[in-house]
C-alpha cells in the first residue's frame, strides 16, 4: 500500500492540515476532473469523488476549485466506494494559463507539479521564443522548468550544438536535455531527474514525442482510461487517468489541458509562419474571403502572378484547419466555464438531495 507521503504530502502540506482537515476529514490527491465528476486517489487506489456543493458558493472562481494534482479534504461513503471532497488545500505550485480575452481570470491546468518538461522537437518545432513563454508559464507557477530538446537523431551533432546556443541566446540558463527516443541518448539523464514522490508534466506541441517518453517509463497503459461512475444521477462517464502513479513511485499528470496547450500554441505558430499569407488576405475584396474562388481575392492574385507558392498556401489551410479545430474545442470548453452559474444550481441540487437523505 503507498503511503499519502508516497503520493506527494510532504511537510509543506502537512503544516497546513490543521486549517483545511478536521479530525472527520482525510486527505487525497485530485487524480482526474471531467467537468462535475472527479476521481481522488488515497492509499488505497481512485474512488469518485463530488464537491460538496457549499463548495461551489465560497469559490471566487473556476480556478478557486479543484484541479489535477491537488490535495483536498474528503469525506468517504457508502464503504468508502466514494468521497465528497470538502476543501482545498493551498498550492505549492501550479500551471494556468489566462483565459481568452481575459486579463485576470486564469484556468488552471494543474496543481502541485514540481517539475516541467518542456519539450521541443529539434526539427520542426523547434523555436526558442515559444521556450520562453513555457518558461514564463513555469515561473508564474512556481514550477521547475526543465528543457527538453527531443528528436536529436534527425539533426547532426553541429545542428544540435547551435540548438543548444540558441535556447542559451533567448536568456533560457535552466538544464537543457537532449535526447532521443530512437537511438536512446539522454534518456539516462531524463530518468536521473526523476525522483519517487515528486511529480512532473510534459508540455510541448504534438507530436514531439512526450507519449513515447511516458510509454517508455510505465508501459503503454500508464494513461488508460477508466470508467468513473458519476455520483448522485446514476450516469457514468469516462475520464482518461490525468494522474498517474508508475511503479518506481514517479508521479506525472497529463491533463487536457496542457495538451491544449501545445495546440494553441501551433495556433500561434501559424500566424507568425505564414504572416505573408495573413497580410495577403486582409486585402482581399471580402473581409470573410475563402481564398478559393472569390473575385478580388489577393492570394488566388499572388499565386497566379507566382509571388506564393501553391504548396505553401495549401500547408498554410491544412494546418489552420487543425488549429482551429482545436481552438474550437477550447471555446467550446471555456462556454461551458461561462457557465459557472450552472455549476451553483447543481451544487444547490445536490445539496438539498443529501440534506433531505439526512432528514430521512
Ligand atoms: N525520429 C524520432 N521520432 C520520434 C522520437 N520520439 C517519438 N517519435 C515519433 O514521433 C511521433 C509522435 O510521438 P508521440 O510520442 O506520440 O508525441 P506526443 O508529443 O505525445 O504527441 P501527442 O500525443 O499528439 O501530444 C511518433 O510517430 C513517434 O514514433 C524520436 O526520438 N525520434
Ligand atoms: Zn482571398
Known sequence: MVKIENLGFDCWFKEKSGDICGADYSVARVAAVDRHYFTIRNEQGE?????????????????????????????????????????????????????????????????????????????????????????????????????????????????????????????????????????GMGLDAFHEVLLPGRTYCLLGSSGVGKTTLINGLAGRDAYATRAVSATGEGTHTTTRRQLIVLDTGILFIDTPGMRELGMMDRGEGIRREFDDILELSRTCRFSDCSHTQESGCAVIAAMAGGDLSEERFHSYVKLRKESEFHEMSYLDKRNKDKLFGSFIKKAGKSMKRRGSKRER
Not at 98 to 108: H, L
Not at 164 to 180: D, E, F, N, W
Open 47 to 183: 474512488i469518485p469523488a463530488e464537491l460538496a456543493g457549499r463548495m461551489y458558493f465560497q469559490a471566487g472562481s473556476p480556478s478557486e476549485l479543484p484541479c489535477v494534482g491537488d490535495w483536498v479534504s474528503v469525506q468517504y461513503h457508502s464503504d468508502d466506494t466514494y468521497a465528497i471532497i470538502h476543501g482545498v488545500f493551498p498550492r505549492k505550485s501550479f500551471l494556468r494559463r489566462k483565459r481568452a480575452g481575459s486579463e485576470v481570470d486564469y484556468q488552471m491546468i494543474a496543481a502541485n507539479v514540481d517539475v516541467a518538461f518542456i519539450v521541443q522537437s529539434c526539427h520542426f518545432d523547434f523555436n526558442p521564443a515559444r521556450l520562453n513563454r513555457y518558461m514564463v508559464m513555469a515561473a508564474d507557477g512556481n514550477v521547475e522548468p526543465i528543457v527538453i530538446l527531443a528528436k536529436t537523431d534527425l539533426i547532426s551533432h553541429e545542428e544540435l550544438q547551435e540548438k543548444i546556443a540558441a535556447v542559451k541566446q533567448a536568456g533560457i540558463t535552466v538544464r537543457i536535455i537532449p535526447l532521443s527516443n530512437e537511438t
